[in-house]
């Protein structure tokens, strides 16, 4: 599925996870639409693109927490010859609950589970339609942090919800599509070397050339290459990473065993 045979819609894709997954599908094959905030950031990433693999590639300057902006996506999304969605537009809004700007809170929601709900529901029928199709959305470990406290880790109440949502929501769609043509992946990184925790997300990190947060983390390359590899297998819960996929089993068994004991309550 990640050979290409049609055109890939990427969110996020001005820096780190979603600018190095555009590459890697044009160099598989795919037609690109770039879409993220920052106009001058696509463009560069446009005419490398271009240059490095022949690919067909659009940008498309949007804010998704803004509807008009969100629509004009969700339009390119769902034309006939979109194969391949990677929601990977995400922003923070790190810091303590109490303090968290509305608007801020409002934004998160909005970015992280809107458009990527949104998004996913564009392209979905069209691909079930054309027998042929992948999704991978982008969440974080931090949806499986619940109370592990600050220090390293952020204060991140409406972040780690929004992924949590993601990571249940893919999951819960794929096993619903499940036996289809489709691919689906919810991509659960760690920390990662992108410039994702210089901002909030209110603004998008100033400059055109994309930076690094001083805390590191695991190569954007390798991410993708973990994501890529799972999708090629079928895996749906991908963590780069991760090599054994007992956690990942116990999970399950975790939540039939959770599941199984209400069911014994209410009878």
Same mark, same amino acid.
């Given at each position: 599925m990640g050979n290409g045979s049609g055109t890939a819609v990427v969110t996020g894709a001005s820096s780190g996870i979603g600018a190095e997954y555009a590459a890697r599908l044009a160099g598989r094959g795919w037609d690109v639409v770039l879409v993220a905030r920052r106009a001058d950031r696509l463009e560069d990433l446009a005419l490398r693109l271009r240059g490095e693999t022949g690919a067909a590639v659009e940008t498309l300057a949007a804010d998704l927490a803004v509807p008009g902006d969100l629509s004009r996506v969700v339009e390119r999304a769902a034309a006939r010859d979109v194969g391949f969605l990677l929601n990977n537009a995400g922003i923070n809004g790190y810091g303590p609950f109490a303090d968290l700007d509305p608007p801020l809170m409002a934004r998160v929601l909005d970015v992280n589970v809107v458009a990527? $709900?949104?998004? $996913?529901?564009? !392209?979905?029928?069209?691909? &079930?339609?054309?027998?042929?199709?992948?999704?991978?959305?982008?969440?974080?470990?931090?949806?499986?942090?619940?109370?592990?406290? @600050?220090?390293?880790? @952020? +204060? #991140?109440?409406?972040?780690?919800?929004?992924?949590?949502? !993601? =990571?249940?929501?893919?999951? $819960?769609?794929?096993? %619903?599509?499940?036996?289809? @043509?489709? #691919?689906? +992946?919810?991509?659960? @990184?760690?920390? $990662?070397?992108? %410039?994702?925790?210089?901002?909030?997300?209110? %603004?998008?990190?100033?400059? #055109?050339?994309?930076?690094?947060?001083?805390?590191?983390?695991?190569?954007?390359?390798? =991410? !993708?290459?973990?994501?890529?590899?799972? &999708?090629?297998?079928? %895996?749906?819960?991908?963590v780069p990473g991760l090599r054994d996929g007992g956690p990942i089993e116990g999970l399950v068994a975790a939540e039939l065993t959770l599941r199984t004991a209400a069911r014994l309550r209410r009878s």
């Open positions: 990527l $709900t949104t998004l $996913t529901r564009a !392209v979905v029928p069209g691909m &079930l339609e054309r027998g042929r199709g992948a999704v991978v959305n982008v969440a974080s470990l931090l949806a499986f942090a619940g109370s592990l406290p @600050p220090g390293p880790l @952020p +204060q #991140r109440a409406v972040y780690a919800g929004t992924k949590g949502y !993601v =990571v249940a929501f893919t999951r $819960t769609l794929a096993a %619903e599509l499940a036996g289809g @043509p489709l #691919r689906v +992946q919810v991509l659960c @990184p760690g920390l $990662t070397a992108t %410039e994702f925790h210089l901002s909030t997300g209110a %603004e998008p990190v100033p400059g #055109r050339e994309p930076s690094v947060h001083r805390e590191g983390g695991m190569p954007v390359d390798e =991410v !993708v290459d973990a994501s890529l590899s799972a &999708l090629d297998t079928g %895996e749906v819960v991908c």
